[in-house]
């Protein structure tokens, strides 16, 4: 679907991670998210919006990156309406601050409301590994999006899936792509293992930089120099806008 009104390089960006299931990385990649792309741009130009009551993106870039903008804004039944008015309000502010990119990390979850508020970002990060418990799900989550993008006539946002615990050396994605052959997304770059990052940190964020964990961070390196370039640098909008790919797109192998 060609985008009808192209946004430029600089304008704002409002990234959501968000998948039905649990349990597949999306706080993890929140994270790494945030503190890849303030080495790209000014760290006062990203804001991390922590909707997930666990509040793990919140207490780990509070104490490992105190320069970016950190807002923890629970969705729970409780704070349901207050906040996601709340979040739909920032996100409609930050199409005024060019340059500026908001990250917003969700709970897992099948609230209708908040899928809605998803749709209304520039693009959603969907994580999710190959086995059938987590892509099926996943799929029924796109399917949604979907929807709600064809109910409204939108082209955005783009829908880029982030293929997470992928084994070392593995370039094949397409047993993935197969299902996900009707659906209008963009299989991103290959992360071997998003909940590695948990494990060096265990209370102290320099562990992070002192481990052993080469793969981890190129792999990082390597999805945010993707988002730099696809997302930030409006790279999808142009492939989009020529309409002349097929809709799985892997820009990065």
Known sequence: MPNSKIKTANSAKSIFVANVKGGVGKSTISIMLARVLAEKIPPQNITLIDTDLQRTATEFLS?????????????????????????????????????????VDTPAGSSQRLWNLVAEGYCVLIPTTLSNADLFPTENF???????????????????????????????????????????????PALRDLASVRHFYNGKVENWENRNNSNAQSDFKQFGSFIEKFVLGGELDRIYSENNVPKNVVPIR
């Open 63 to 103: 104490k490992s990156n105190p320069e970016i903008n950190i807002e923890f804004l629970p969705i729970t039944p409780a704070f349901e309406n207050t906040n996601i008015s709340l979040v739909q309000q920032f996100i409609k502010q930050n199409e005024f601050r060019p340059g500026h990119v908001a990250i």
């Open 142 to 188: 796109i399917r949604s999006m979907d929807k709600v993008k064809a109910r409204y006539g939108k082209s955005y946002p783009h829908l880029i899936v982030c293929p997470n615990k992928i084994p070392f050396g593995q370039k094949d994605f397409s047993l993935m792509a197969e299902r996900l052959n009707n659906h209008d997304v963009v299989i991103g």
